[in-house]
């Protein structure tokens, strides 16, 4: 069954940086595209940045020149590479399969942005 699992989240300063992972098994991973979202509590889970199979890329405004999304085919894996980290951008980060009908989930990867 296709399964996605997250990882690299952790606590940072305001002004770090994170490099999240997201490695999916069960499926032909370079066929479809893959989305970052994350939530943050009491609020809605929230897109964040999307990468197509062809790599064309698009990011939300809030995070825009902030985050890299990247993929690495060969390891089945999606990359969101964060800088310059907010305490605003504490929240769950989850990785999304772009597979069917409604797509596949991850569990998520806590970040937390603070002094």
């Known amino acids: 069954q296709v399964q996605l699992v997250e990882s690299g989240g952790g606590l940072v300063q305001p002004g770090g940086s994170l490099r999240l992972s997201c490695a999916v098994s069960?499926?032909?991973?370079?066929?479809?595209?893959m989305e970052w979202y994350r939530q943050a509590p009491g609020k809605e889970r929230e897109f964040i940045a999307r990468i197509t199979k062809d790599l064309a890329t698009i990011y939300a405004n809030s995070v825009k020149g902030r985050c890299t999304i990247s993929r690495d085919n060969a390891k089945n894996t999606v990359y969101l590479q964060m800088n310059n980290l907010k305490p605003e951008d504490t929240a769950v980060y989850f990785c999304r399969l772009l597979q069917g009908v409604g797509g596949y989930w991850g569990r998520g990867t806590q970040v937390t942005v603070s002094s």
């Open positions: 069960g499926t032909i991973f370079s066929y479809y595209g």
